[in-house]
């Protein structure tokens, strides 16, 4: 049997997909994977601000290579992460959740698969200095 589903070409577009751009967030979830050659830490953010997309959950990656650690620590700092644990070089994946923060999020997509990436941090006070700028409504 044959069906005619119009649209089925074409490359999917997600109304509710959260658009590139500045996002006041709180970590809702924090938990270390292990991997051989790329551990990190899963982390889920709940969106604060904008109000159009408060409550909406943003996935991500922390990687913790020697190469990456650079953004682990960018993120731990600027999240206000217990900084006696910081200079210990311990992250205590209890206390990374509630800690909140501004994260530049960007879109890539390989091979048909959708990746958010955390492209940068800044601390929650400054969110009304980086706000003036427009991240994008679900309208458009």
Request: contains cysteine; glycine residues 8%; hydrophobic residues 40%.
């Amino acid at each position: 049997m044959r069906r005619e589903i119009p649209g089925l070409h074409q490359k999917a577009q997600y109304k509710d997909e959260i658009p590139d751009g500045l996002f006041l967030v709180r970590v809702e979830r924090a938990f270390y994977r292990y991997h051989p050659q790329k551990p990190f830490f899963a982390v889920r953010f709940a969106v604060i601000q904008p109000e159009e997309f408060t409550g909406e959950a943003l996935p991500g990656r922390l990687y913790c290579t020697a190469k990456a650690l650079w953004k682990l620590r960018w993120f731990l700092c600027d999240f206000g992460y217990d900084a006696e644990l910081f200079g210990r070089d311990v992250i205590e994946e209890k206390l990374l959740l509630g800690l909140h923060g501004i994260i530049k999020v960007s879109h890539t997509t390989i091979n048909g698969r959708s990746f958010l990436n955390l492209d940068g941090f800044a601390s929650a006070d400054k969110w009304e200095e980086l706000s003036a700028s427009p991240v994008g409504s679900r309208d458009s």
